[in-house]
């Protein structure tokens, strides 16, 4: 795994601009069955990937933490929502709370979750592959295959599978 995420940056800059191709046309005409189809991908690719083998979006990125996701950790925590935000999180520049820090604080050495049942909608949503009508996330995508192996060969399956003209 360490090597498919080393190599992964330069593999995802060489696709950019094929992806941002497609992509655009996949926006300009999304095929009827699509939300189907990312199921389907998306299901088939992670029953080959191993995430505590990865960790990668916990190590290099981190969630967006909505209200509802602060307010749900710091009870967890037995934490005040504003000492939960002062100690983990910072806004960024479009205002949204997301991590002083990465690798995520609440990441262990064996790459588990320690909030893993109450983790930010953001974390148990990554990478987005199966969300319905993918063709709205495309630039959400075109920068997430740089950092998930798995959504990488999603998009390169997708590609193979659903030909655009
Ligand atoms: S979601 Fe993607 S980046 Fe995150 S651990 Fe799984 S394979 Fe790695
Ligand atoms: S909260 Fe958990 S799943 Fe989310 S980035 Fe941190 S360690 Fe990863």
Redesign the pocket.
Known sequence: MMEILEELPAKAKEKHAENKKYFAKLRKKPPKQLDYLMQELHEAEFQR?D?LE?????KTTGPLFTNADIVRIAKHLRLKPQQFISTYLHLDEDNDYVLQQVPCSFLDADNYCSIYDVRPKACRE??HTNRKKFQQITALTLKNVA?????FNIVEEMKRRVLLK
């Open positions: 990937t995430c990865c960790a990668n979006c916990c990554f990478p950092i998930c192996p798995a959504a």
